[in-house]
Structures are given as C-alpha cells and as structure tokens.
C-alpha cells in the first residue's frame, strides 16, 4: 500500500510538472480516459486519507457538474480568460469557496477512446444527483426522492453530505436556484476579492488585475446546481462519501446520475 502511494504521489507530481509548461491562465493537469484513469481513480481514492488534494482540470475540453445543493461560506469570484493549447480563447468565471458542502455530486466527462469510441467517465458521491433541475424553484429532494433539509438560513442540515475546504472551480457556465444569499458585493475590485473572502487563489491560475470585476459573497446556497466547467482544483480537505468513478460505453448525461449512483 505505501508503495501504491508513493507511486500516485510522483504520478501527482509529474502531472503537476507536465501541467506548468502548458500556456494558460491556470495549471492544467490533463487527464485523458484511455492511459491515465487508473492515476485519476487512484488520486481520488486517496483523497479522503488526506494524501492528496484534488487538481482535476482539462486543457481545452468542458466536464459537467452538477449538485442538488452548494452551500458555501466566504466566496469570491472574478472574470478571466482561459487560454487553451489550441489557441482558442474563451471567457470563464474564477470561483473560490472557503468552505462548501454539497448535497451531491455527479461529474460527467466524455471522450473518444480508440477501439472503444465515445465512453463517459463519471465521478459520483454523496447522495445521488437529480436527473434534472428546475431554477424556477429550490431543490428539495436528492435523486433517489429522499428529502433535503434545511435550517432558517438556508443551511444543509442531516449528513452524508460532501465537505470540502479552500474548493475553487474554473467556469464557463453556472445556473441554479439561488436561495438565501447574503453579503453579496457585485463589481468589487477583482485584486481584493480573496482578501475579503479569506481564500489564496491556487498557484499557476491567472491573477486578477486592479479594476477588473470581482464578487464577494458571506452566504452562498444554490439549489439544482449545473455548470460546464475546465476545472475543479481542491487546495483543503474534502470528504467524498459512496464515491464512485465509472467509465461508461456510451454518451450518459444528468438524466444518468441517479440510476449510475444506485448501481
């Protein structure tokens, strides 16, 4: 088993390395299904012995991710762009949370593997997913119909929940429900947004300059969320309870997060 670690940890470090030459605004370490899943699955499994951080990122291809539910503490966010190895250029948002919880998480991934075709890679923990969201209203029940509960604020109350600590996520597109957001500041200076939410924006990401929009947020809940996403870069501690990693023949979207999280 040591072995096994120090062979994931020099993996991790490697990628790391190979991910700083890259030219972008943030350090990219690429992941490709056909040779490094078993490094990737090996990755998450030490997460939850605090061996590793989680540095999932994709160079130019968008993941999806979706929760029934994000409750974060101290969040800050600015625009930048995400220059990617083929050139192309496309506005993302930087967002980063000190503290979150999340009622669920699926991540969906596809790619096209010689012989295989197209399979899917899907990333599962905590309580199932719904197969779809509504933002005209809150997200109430996870995928498998159990309820989600909330106290006055709007907080996750009830366990097996997904914890996590210093979580940042690279993002072309978010939506949801918002539900009781408090201390939002829109147009802060982008230069000043970590101070005032507590957090260090993760070495090799783009700094924001004097001027630029940012946002700070106390409170942040956001039922049914969704987003397409480069990247998912953990700098604390998470918890990943029921985690599961699949690769799936096939093009699987939401509408398979509830059936593949029972399975």
């Given amino acids: 088993m040591n072995r096994a670690r120090s062979q994931l940890r020099a993996r991790a470090a490697s990628m790391k390395e ?41 160079a130019n291809q968008e993941f999806q991710l979706y929760s029934n539910y994000l409750q974060g503490e101290q969040a800050a966010g600015f625009l930048a762009t995400n220059d990617t190895s083929t050139g192309t250029d496309n506005g993302v948002t930087e967002l980063g949370i000190r503290s979150a919880k999340l009622a669920g998480l699926c991540a969906i991934a596809h790619e096209n593997v010689p012989v295989l075709g197209e399979v899917t890679l899907m990333i599962i923990a905590g309580v199932p997913v719904k197969s779809a969201f509504s933002n005209g209203s809150n997200t109430t029940t996870d995928g498998a119909g159990a309820p989600l509960t909330f106290d006055a604020n709007g907080q996750l109350t009830g366990g097996n929940h997904i914890t996590a600590s210093n979580l940042f996520v690279n993002s072309r597109s978010l939506s949801g429900f918002g539900n009781k957001i408090s201390g939002m500041n829109l147009g802060q200076s982008a230069d000043t947004v970590d101070t005032t939410a507590g957090i260090t924006w993760p070495a090799g990401q783009g700094q924001p300059d004097a001027g630029d929009f940012g946002l700070t947020v106390d409170r942040i809940n956001v039922g049914g969320l969704g987003g397409d996403t480069y990247g998912i870069n953990l700098q604390g501690a998470i918890t990943l309870p029921n985690l599961k990693i699949k690769v799936i023949p096939g093009h699987k979207t939401q509408a398979d997060c509830p059936t593949q999280a029972a399975q």
């Fill in 18 to 58: 190979e991910a700083a030459t890259r030219r972008g605004t943030r350090t990219r370490a690429v992941v490709p299904l056909a040779g490094g899943l078993c490094s990737l699955i090996g990755l998450f499994q030490l997460v939850s012995s605090d061996v590793l951080a989680v540095n999932f990122t994709t």
